[in-house]
């Protein structure tokens, strides 16, 4: 459920900058990666109202798109940013149209603005809700 920048899903722990692939599913391209370039981050396992990703910090990659996969079961994902590093205070981003990037069903949209921090948000969820979230960002 969590990618490259935080130790805790917690609000009240600042985002730390340092990656951590094996407690966040976070997918870092290495020198023999076929593209470069380019940063994939996926959060897995979104079950619960109010599971929010770890934040991820890519602001050098300010091409963003994200997908989201997985049963729905009534659930909304929001795509939310910070500029704000230390404290960080999210709002919704939007797509390349300027509307609320959020999800109610599977699809692939590109983020509008290149925030410091980008994290999934969920609510609305139900007992089938199962969610998989997946950003691509690329210089």
């Given at each position: 459920?969590?990618?490259?920048a ?21 997918v ?5 990666y ?78 509008r603005?290149?925030?410091?921090w ?22």
């Amino acid at each position: 459920m969590s990618p490259s920048a935080s130790p805790s899903l917690s609000p009240s722990i600042s985002p730390s900058a340092s990656p951590s692939e094996e407690v966040y599913n976070v997918v870092i391209p290495s020198g023999d990666y076929p593209i470069r370039g380019v940063y994939l981050v996926k959060w897995t396992g979104f079950t619960l109202t109010g599971d929010t990703g770890a934040p991820c910090a890519c602001p050098n990659y300010p091409e963003k798109s994200i997908q989201v996969v997985g049963t729905f079961g009534g659930a909304t994902v929001t795509i939310q940013g910070s500029n704000i590093v230390d404290s960080p205070i999210y709002s919704t981003l939007n797509d390349d149209g300027g509307t609320a990037l959020t999800f109610t069903e599977a699809g692939i949209k590109k983020i509008r603005e290149n925030s410091y921090w980008v994290r999934p948000s969920i609510s609305g969820t139900t007992a089938t809700t199962n969610l998989n979230v997946h950003l691509l960002s690329q210089k």
